[in-house]
Nanobody
C-alpha cells in the first residue's frame, strides 16, 4: 500500500505556529485533490482543508483565517501552515490525496503526525 509521508508535528504553545509538509511518492499519478484531516482523542476524523490541482481551497470553519493549505504540483507536495494555534487543534493530522485513474478514484493516506497545543 502506497503511503503519503507527513512530518512537522510536535508540541507548541497556544498562539504558536506549525507547518506540516506532506509528500506523495512519484508512483502516485494524476492527483486531483489533496487535503488534511485530523482526529482528536474520542472524536471522529474531520476534514481540515483541501486543495485541488488548480489551487482551489476549502477550509473547515474552525480553522478559517488561521490555517493555510498550499501545494507544489511539480513535486507532489502539500503544506499546511497553522497559525494562532489553540488547544482545540490538538489531534493527529492525516494527509490525503485522491488520484483520478481509469476505473475510479484512488485515495491515499499518510500515517499521521501528532500536533499538541498546550494552553
Amino acid at each position: 500500500q502506497v503511503q503519503l509521508v507527513e512530518s512537522g508535528g510536535g508540541l507548541v504553545q497556544a498562539g504558536g505556529s506549525l507547518s506540516l509538509p506532506c509528500a506523495a511518492p512519484g508512483s502516485i499519478f494524476s492527483i486531483k485533490v489533496m487535503g488534511w484531516h485530523r482526529q482528536a482523542p474520542g472524536k471522529q476524523r474531520e476534514l481540515v482543508a483541501t486543495i485541488t490541482r488548480g489551487g482551489s481551497t476549502n477550509y473547515a470553519e474552525s480553522v478559517k483565517g488561521r490555517f493555510t493549505i498550499s501545494r507544489d504540483n511539480d513535486n507532489n507536495t502539500m503544506y499546511l501552515q497553522m497559525n494562532s494555534l489553540i488547544p482545540e487543534d490538538t489531534a493527529v493530522y492525516y494527509c490525503n490525496a485522491v488520484s483520478a485513474v481509469p476505473g475510479g478514484p484512488l485515495s491515499y493516506w499518510g500515517q499521521g503526525t501528532q500536533v499538541t497545543v498546550s494552553s
